[in-house]
């Protein structure tokens, strides 16, 4: 049974800092192309970030120089450091996973920043 779990959301004031974690299950890992997306009330789901299986990583334009990913093979997680987030980061936040053919989603974590 396939699980992405997510973790690591909640409340942070404008200008603060959260760390998300996507626990995978189910999958073989270090051959799954890892990204997180977001998806804001009344809006389409966006991607974030992601990161190939050789630690290649991708960004939204927008995004760049606040937002890291990241991966740890060995414990089956990516990661989304989120630093000086504004009050617009606020949404869910999705973690996926691509690989072997295979698109698996999480149940998503709220981020909530407020102004």
């Known amino acids: 049974q396939v699980q992405l779990v997510e973790s690591g959301g909640g409340l942070v004031q404008a200008g603060g800092s959260l760390r998300l974690s996507c626990a995978a299950s189910?999958?073989?890992?270090?051959?799954?192309?890892m990204g997180w997306y977001r998806q804001a009330p009344g809006k389409q789901r966006e991607l974030v970030a992601s990161?190939?299986?050789?630690?290649?990583?991708n960004y939204a334009d927008s995004l760049k120089g606040r937002f890291t990913i990241s991966r740890d093979n060995a414990k089956n997680t990516v990661y989304l450091q989120m630093n000086s987030l504004k009050f617009e980061d606020t949404a869910v936040y999705y973690c996926?996973?691509?690989?072997?053919?295979?698109?698996?989603w999480g149940q998503g974590t709220q981020v909530t920043v407020s102004s």
């Open positions: 996926k996973s691509n690989g072997l053919g295979r698109i698996y």
């Open positions: 189910g999958i073989i890992f270090s051959a799954a192309i």
């Open positions: 990161i190939t299986t050789g630690g290649s990583t």
